[in-house]
């Protein structure tokens, strides 16, 4: 079956899903994103990924390419159109297409709306889940308006070849002051002797996570305390968990930092309980609502 890409207003076999070569998301990376998962036929916290898209754009001063409920048709449809049951459907809205100059252009232009899905490896999922995974460390050289989920992604594609390199599945990115910030496409959270969880404030020097969010639900209705604080890498190793989370990895233990062995070595309890539990209370709206 040929994969389905949505690229402005229309449905197309990926061979023929284009955008301009003046696309300013390709001249400048002047776009922001989304990924949302897809589960069991279900979109996950469809709406808190569009709050966030309406966030980033507000940010960049860009306009919404279609109506909000226009674009929950589209993301709905893409991930039908190509069959997706268990896997994930991407976004990505760029300023448009103009003459290249770095300053917007003068007169109003359509933004550019690209959507993709694809399905996942369950085998995979499994594996991650059963075996934790190990990430490795680097700093963070991105700027400082990381909250903005924006398609400039250098500095965490370089952290995440890191990690290749080495491995690993993951980076860990870490301030001037020795802080974890987070991982190159996750958020970094680490569990204290006394099962307490704690992950970076979400100010602006992290990207505020949709799975950050539900995981502090599941914390609140399963009276698990979380702790919004810095960490350093020091505290890290020496955590009794550690885990990511992200749309595509949910919660997954990290079970070696650098050459630091987390607790025993294996996924430890806490994690594994609310990976097992994630999408109990988390929003799931059906793809197709026709
Ligand atoms: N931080 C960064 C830098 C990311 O790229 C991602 C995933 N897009 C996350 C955190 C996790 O965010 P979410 O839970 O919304 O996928």
Redo the contacts with the bound molecule.
């Keep these: 079956m040929s994969r389905i890409a949505y690229v402005n207003g229309r449905y197309l076999p990926h061979a023929q899903a284009h955008v301009h070569v003046e696309d300013r998301g390709f001249q400048f990376a002047d776009g922001v994103?989304?990924?949302?998962?897809i589960w069991n036929g279900h979109i996950v916290?469809m709406t808190?990924?569009l709050d966030?898209l309406g966030r980033s754009l507000t940010e960049l001063q860009m306009d919404w390419p279609l109506e909000r409920r226009a674009m929950e048709t589209v993301l709905r449809e893409t991930a039908r159109r190509n069959r997706v049951k268990n896997g994930l459907v991407y976004l990505q809205v760029t300023r448009g297409q103009a003459r290249r100059d770095f300053a917007f252009p003068k007169l109003p232009i359509p933004t550019t709306l690209v959507v993709t899905a694809r399905s996942t490896s369950p085998s995979v999922a499994v594996k991650n889940s059963e075996d934790g995974i190990a990430v490795v460390t680097t700093p963070d050289i991105r700027w400082e308006r990381?909250d903005i989920?924006t398609v400039s992604?250098l500095p965490?594609v370089l952290a995440k070849q890191k990690a290749v390199r080495a491995g690993a599945k993951e980076a860990w990115m870490y301030d001037k002051e020795g802080y974890v910030t987070?991982?190159?496409?996750?958020?970094a959270w680490i569990v204290a002797q006394d099962g307490t969880l704690i992950t970076r404030p979400a100010e602006k020097g992290?990207?505020?996570?949709?799975?950050?969010?539900?995981i502090m639900d599941y914390a609140a209705t399963n009276g698990i305390k979380v702790e919004e604080r810095h960490f350093t890498l020091e505290e890290a190793k020496a955590a009794r968990e550690a885990f990511?989370?992200?749309?595509?990895?949910l919660a997954t233990a990290v079970v070696k930092i650098d050459d630091a062995v987390i607790g025993n070595g294996q996924p430890g309890s806490i994690v594994s309980a609310m990976r097992a539990r994630f999408h109990e209370g988390v929003e799931k709206l059906p793809l197709s609502v026709y």
Excluded at 244 to 249: K, L, N, V
Aim: charged share 25%; with cysteine; proline share 0%.
């Design positions: 994103y989304e990924v949302c998962e916290d808190r990924h966030r990381v989920k992604l965490q987070e991982g190159a496409s996750s958020n992290i990207l505020r996570g949709i799975t950050r969010a539900a990511i989370t992200s749309a595509t990895m």
